[in-house]
């Protein structure tokens, strides 16, 4: 029988749940696991980094690689899986984009750890303790990585094959990719793993979306009661369907929560939050300063909403510390 | 820890990006053109059909790119020759306005203004103040400040290249 290929998962800074849609296959996992080797996979099987190390240049086929980059831990194991694999593929938001943690890209890492370490109400930590890089402890010195100042998305850091958006990816998506990296049908290089139509293109309330929205005011869903049948744009909730990749079913919108952008931009878009931006402004029914800027008030955070998950992904990058 | 303000160089003269549209105000720098009108020559003009075209993307870009200020001309209020351009704009850009800020580009690095075909004059006293201000305020200079955020990719690729050539040798 000849040898199964091999594959690898890891994850860098993201929350866990695109480990989870691994396992969301269900019984297609059984599947996966029979046409390849899962050779590295630390959330869930017994793998140390001197395993990889141990292993020939590209002696894997793939490995799946989800979170973004803001340590030198999570940097090097990038720079030593890119080694060990003929494809890389940046798995879900935050390794394609930045993702949730990239919105640490608006505050400074010296914000991040004074107010983690000291101003957090549930803090106890009167000395304002903060990590150092080596401590001493029982004799034994003790090495953390180093936390970077900026956060990046996994081909900023290394180069990247295929990219599988979302938050996190669909188990449909990650099976029909598996499908196609085990007959050797994937498409060229550098392409996102989904269709490239905007995410309305798949919405079921596409027939409800006005040719010209004439938006008197913007809600947050908390606001109002949402119609279930109608374009959520058009009821004035800030929907990112427009600038956003298909791909997911319109999973958000089915229960009733307007698209936050996991997706990111189609191949159409550089960047993702100027386009939503663009959208969203142009369809307000305002024409004077005064009035746009009351409207306006119902988006309070633009740079939050519209880069929800891809900040570090940004023609900006991140805030300007000046 | 403060980044490095990028120091500008003896030389530095601010960039502006202005993207005119072709109705009113590049009419407009063409009548300050032929009149004579003197002016900073600061400003690189680059001319749309109309405000409306221009993309929220096209104004992040040239800052991204090296833009210290951007300008964005068009008609006034009620006098857009697709009738509905400017308002768009007017909207896009209030709202834009505000990302900025939240990405740490001072207000003054962007700048909106309805100028007419027959208001040569207003052309050069925008230029001239915006020019100005940039001056007081320093170069933006976003690719430096890419590349220095960078830097600390640095260490990580530099020893593993060295380990490399040592297994290599």
Redesign the interface.
Known sequence: MPEKPKVGFYWCASCGGCEESVVDLAEQILDVVAAVDIVFWPVAMDFKKSDVEAMPDNAMAAVFINGAIRT?EQ??MA?LLRKKSAVVVAYGSCAHLGGIPGLAN?V???EILSFVYGDAPSNQNAEHIQPQRTIGTNGAAVHLP?F???VRTLD??ISVDYYLPGCPPTPKLLADAVTALLSGTLPPKGSVLAPDTALCDECPRKESKPNDLVLEAFHRPHQKEVDRDLCLLAQGIVCLGPATRSGCGALCVDGNMACTGCFGPTSH???Q???I??A???G?A??E?DA??VA?EG?P????S?YRYSVPA????????? | MNEQQPQPAPSWEPRIVAFFCNWCTYTAADLAGVSRLRHAPNARIIRVMCSGRVDPQFILEAFARGADGVLLGGCHPGDCHYMEGNYKTLRRMELLKRMLAQFGIEEQRFRLEWISASEGERVKTVINEMTEQLRTLGPLALPRRFADWDKELEPLAHALASTEEAAHA
């Not at chain 1, 955070?301 to 939050?304: E, S």
């Not at chain 1, 940004?314 to 000046?322: A, E, N, P, V």
Request: glycine share 4%; charged share 30%; aromatic share 2%.
């Open positions: 030198t940097e090097e720079r608006l400074t890492r010296q180093a970077h100042e900026t900023q850091v878009v550089r960047d939050g100027a386009k931006l663009s969203v402004a142009s307000m305002a024409r300063s746009i800027k306006l988006i955070d633009p740079a939050g519209f940004s023609l900006l990058r991140k805030r300007i510390d000046h």
